[in-house]
T-cell receptor, first 116, second 114 residues
């Protein structure tokens, strides 16, 4: 089945450590996104990528980094510079075809990161 | 700045009763509108979307939404709620900023009482 796989589902990090969240999709989508979800704040965009080897900062990129070496993969690293990393992280992808304005985003099941 | 407002943080509805979740957006151009649903600890699933044409759109699970340009609204409705509809619902606007950024509302948590 096609879809987006995020791993791990739960992740615990000690303060001062970097951690990497995995996002893989087999939908052949060009665009991929990382969102952060906090209670009462909806989803906020961290980074996005429209094509391989290209990515752009979203609204809350500070303390995060990404790479897009393969079309299928868009890992997110939460660095020690992120002051409040405990949150639920969602990865999404979307088709950027000719009708790119008309296609919805598909989401993974999320990773819950907790700093201990 | 573009924004999406979901004024109700929580809504409780009796099973079998009708439901309406409100969504208002602020965006100068023609919006691309979406409703997503999220079960606890899960990702988001698309319920329905509006791009153009008929302003009443049908979605999955018996949901529908109506786009009203004059009110900048895209309210979600269901005529008879089931206990399995209890979840969090997000309204989103697709912006034409070169890659179609999605701006989300803060969500409405639906509780269904027996």
């Amino acid at each position: 089945d096609g879809g987006i796989t995020q791993s791990p589902k739960y992740l615990f990090r000690k303060e001062g450590q970097n951690v990497t969240l995995s996002c893989e999709q087999n939908l052949n989508h060009d665009a991929m996104y990382w969102y952060r979800q906090d209670p009462g704040q909806g989803l906020r965009l961290i980074y996005y990528s429209q094509i391989v080897n290209d990515f752009q900062k979203g609204d809350i990129a500070e303390g995060y980094s990404v790479s897009r070496e393969k079309k299928e993969s868009f890992p997110l690293t939460v660095t020690s510079a992120q002051k409040n990393p405990t949150a639920f992280y969602l990865c999404a992808s979307r088709n950027r075809g000719l009708l790119s304005m008309n296609t919805e985003a598909f989401f993974g099941q999320g990773t819950r990161l907790t700093v201990v | 700045a573009q924004s999406v407002t979901q004024p109700d943080i929580h809504i409780t509805v009796s099973e079998g009763a009708s439901l309406e979740l409100r969504c208002n957006y602020s965006y100068g151009a023609t919006p691309y509108l979406f409703w997503y649903v999220q079960s606890p600890g899960q990702g988001l699933q698309l319920l329905l979307k509006y791009f153009s044409g008929d302003t009443l759109v049908q979605g999955i699970k018996g949901f529908e939404a109506e786009f009203k340009r004059s009110q900048s609204s895209f309210n979600l409705r269901k005529p008879s709620v089931h206990w399995s509809d209890a979840a969090e619902y997000f309204c989103a606007v697709g912006l034409n900023t070169g890659f179609q950024k999605l701006v989300f509302g803060t969500g409405t948590r639906l509780l269904v009482s027996p």
